[in-house]
């Protein structure tokens, strides 16, 4: 398996709080993605990051900010956390070439009361 | 913008019996295309991808995908399914060529294999 961990694994958390996702990688892809996985949605990109500190925006990026200061680490933030945002969240790495795969982590579950 | 479709939410096979799972995908030239399969509480894992030449392309546990260009499809098959491949399975696509290196994921399909 890639080398990609995310953390925390769980969390609940209230309305109105801020959560900060984690995703670390071992492999030095230059890629990394986050995403978001619903019922009846299938995988969202939420934001993604080409590099040190560039990153772009997915097709469901309002109400999250991502922050990437070094390789290996790359930042999910909800400002104010609200229900809708309640999901699994998955990161995903890839390297340089087109044809290669992004490969995933184990998700995190998140649930906004 | 590059799309995939899988037009069916639950594919029901008996075990032993062939598997199929159907993906259609849009993209601007030529295609990379990949599968995927994820197993409840876990993220998603590559199963195999096709990206140049044999239209055939064989991947992990016993499953093989079928490119047809004219048809802009994927298919994915297995030839005797197995109750441990009872799962979720996505299809996904990014052009050879243009645009950032994002892949568009189609919603999935559940299967199940009937024992």
């Known amino acids: 398996d890639a080398g990609i961990t995310q953390s925390p694994r769980h969390k609940v958390t209230e309305t109105g709080t801020p959560v900060t996702l984690r995703c670390h990688q071992t492999e030095n892809h230059r890629y990394m993605y986050w995403y978001r996985q619903d019922p009846g949605h299938g995988l969202r990109l939420i934001h993604y990051s080409y590099g040190v500190k560039d990153t772009d925006k997915g097709e469901v990026s309002d109400g999250y900010s991502v922050s990437r200061s070094k390789t290996e680490d790359f930042l999910l933030t909800l400002e104010s956390a609200t229900s809708s945002q309640t999901s699994v969240y998955f990161c995903?790495?890839?390297?340089?070439?087109?044809?290669?795969?992004?490969?995933f982590g184990d998700g995190t579950r998140l649930s906004i009361l | 913008a590059q799309s995939v479709a899988q037009p069916e939410d639950q594919v029901n096979v008996a075990e032993g019996n062939p598997l199929t799972v159907k993906c259609t995908y849009s993209v601007s030239g030529n295609p990379y295309l990949f599968w995927y399969v994820q197993y409840p509480n876990r993220g998603l894992q590559f199963l195999l991808k096709y990206i140049t030449g044999d239209n055939l392309v064989k991947g992990s546990y016993g499953f093989e995908a079928e490119f047809n260009k004219s048809q802009t499809s994927f298919h994915l098959k297995k030839p005797s399914a197995l109750v441990s491949d009872s799962a979720l399975y996505f299809c996904a696509v990014r052009p050879e060529y243009y645009g950032n290196n994002r892949l568009a994921f189609g919603k999935g399909n559940q299967v199940v294999v009937i024992p």
């Open positions: 995903a790495i890839s390297g340089r070439d087109r044809n290669q795969p992004q490969h």
